[in-house]
């Protein structure tokens, strides 16, 4: 197994796949492991150099936390693994809290990152469109089947149970899981966005509930030159549910390979 070391000390569990073609890591949401990834991951190293990872709280990470934890420090613990992936600039893929992530990590380390993608994300709640009530209780208490159909089309579970659980939050302790839900709830990227040079796509479920898609038009109005993708008939989990989407994520990579370093 291999693991990437955080400034804290924390181990960091993360996989390659691919060995050829503009390096591309993919960072998961909330308390979700990288077997979330896993449905569309050759998709990616099909022509790419793919790395994904276990969040600090997940899967063979550590489950080890500083106090106070922020998707900030998430960032941090993103360059770490690329470090030890031995990736110097990566075209970058984010989703829901990922996407939270991925805002700061271009933000504050423009030189790793080539092209971004933003996937069912906001900016916050400050500045953003807030979800229901009722999502937001499922996704603290954990609950299963309320998740299933906040991510997925009900019609689709059922055929694909095993895809459909590897893309639910599943920490390795409560406290992790509370950590994971405080750190994304109090994400506020609004001060990032103005310093993300990267050439971005934002891409979202349009009948997403867990984060209405009034957040994908916010964060692409707001980040210099961005594109927006809506994908029809999804919700949360619409990478997963349709995985040609990630075509058009490739496709926006392909466009802005990495022979060269953004305007610091």
């Not at 500083?66 to 693994?81: I, K, L, N, Q, Y």
């Not at 380390?109 to 229901?132: K, M, Q, S």
């Amino acid at each position: 197994m291999t693991f990437a070391t955080a400034s804290d000390g924390a181990r960091l569990w993360y996989l390659t796949r691919g060995d050829h073609g503009d390096a591309i890591v993919l960072i998961a949401g909330l308390a979700v492991s990288h077997a979330g990834w896993l449905g569309v991951i050759d998709r990616f190293a099909a022509g790419h150099r793919v790395v994904v990872f276990d969040h600090r709280g997940v899967g063979r990470s550590d489950d080890s936390f500083g106090v106070p934890w922020s998707t900030r420090d998430f960032a941090a613990d993103v360059v770490a693994v690329l470090d030890a992936a031995g990736v110097d600039r990566a075209h970058v893929y984010g989703h829901s809290m990922g996407g939270r992530i991925a805002q700061w990590l271009a933000a504050d380390a423009p030189e790793r990152v080539g092209a971004l993608a933003l996937g069912g994300t906001t900016v916050g709640d400050r500045h953003g469109v807030i979800r229901p009530q009722e999502a937001t209780d499922a996704l603290a208490s954990g609950n299963r089947d309320a998740l299933l159909d906040f991510f997925f089309t009900p019609e689709w579970i059922p055929r694909n149970p095993d895809a459909a659980e590897a893309a639910l939050p599943n920490a390795r302790s409560r406290e992790a899981r509370r950590i994971h839900f405080g750190a994304s709830a109090g994400h506020d990227g609004w001060s990032a966005l103005p310093r993300i040079v990267s050439p971005t796509l934002v891409i979202h479920g349009r009948d997403d509930i867990l984060c209405p898609p009034q957040n994908a038009r916010i964060l692409a109005d707001h980040i210099a030159g961005a594109r927006l993708r809506l994908i029809e008939r999804a919700r949360h989990g619409y990478y997963v549910e349709v995985p040609e989407s990630s075509d058009d994520v490739l496709e926006h990579f392909e466009r802005h390979r990495l022979g060269h370093s953004p305007t610091v």
